[in-house]
T-cell receptor
């Protein structure tokens, strides 16, 4: 079965520090998608990035960067020079068809990492 | 403004009293989905719909029903709510499939006593 592991339940950093949120996934499907979502204290879920399994290029967007490595089944998220507004729960998610690679796609979320940025 | 609207935002009710949480999107999205979020469990998919009159079970469908009679609406129905359905619920939509970025509603916090 497909699985997403976010081993870090909670992380605290001091403002301006860099922080990396880990995401490890499992799937036997060869075509899959990975996502990161942010859930600030106000509760809404905000889409951050999508990656498909054929695109291993790392992505940078301002202070955010993502490192996708198929060899280690990881899709890690780094925030550079963290700010208080980055405090949120971050979810990694995997979209794939599970073990056989057949059937409908299912979206599986990790349990989330709560990031607290301390001023 | 493009949005996914859920109602109600908060509800406290009692076991066994049927309730419906509405979800509406104004983006002409084909794909819609319901999730529940519980502490320590992340988000789990309840039901999803690829298009009008097409619905399918997610990971935790027991105790829930959905319908998709119109493209914009995807209500979640709890026929006989129980305390273990106390949770934070999110509706989401995306343009043409679950591989597209999903737009989420603001959430509905349900408490079943």
């Amino acid at each position: 079965a497909q699985k997403v592991t976010q081993a870090q339940t909670e992380i605290s950093v001091v403002e301006k520090e860099d922080v990396t949120l880990d995401c490890v996934y499992e799937t036997r499907d060869t075509t899959y998608y990975l996502f990161w979502y942010k859930q600030p204290p106000s509760g809404e879920l905000v889409f951050l990035i999508r990656r498909n399994s054929f695109d291993e290029q790392n992505e940078i967007s301002g202070r955010y960067s993502w490192n996708f490595q198929k060899s280690t089944s990881s899709f890690n998220f780094t925030i550079t020079a963290s700010q208080v507004v980055d405090s949120a729960v971050y979810f990694c998610a995997l979209l794939s068809r599970g073990e056989s690679g057949a059937g409908s796609y299912q979206l599986t979320f990790g349990k989330g990492t709560k990031l607290s940025v301390i001023p | 403004e493009a949005q996914v609207t859920q109602n109600p935002r908060y509800l406290i009710t009692v076991t066994g009293k049927k309730l419906t949480v509405t979800c509406s999107q104004n983006m002409n999205h084909e794909y819609m989905s319901w999730y529940r979020q519980d502490p320590g469990l992340g988000l789990r998919q309840i039901y999803y719909s690829m298009n009008v009159e097409v619905t399918d079970k997610g990971d935790v469908p027991e105790g829930y029903k959905v319908s998709r009679k119109e493209k914009r609406n995807f209500p979640l129905i709890l026929e006989s709510p129980s305390p273990n359905q106390t949770s934070l619920y999110f509706c989401a939509s995306s343009l043409s499939g679950v591989n597209q970025p999903q737009h989420f509603g603001d959430g509905t916090r349900l408490s079943i006593l």
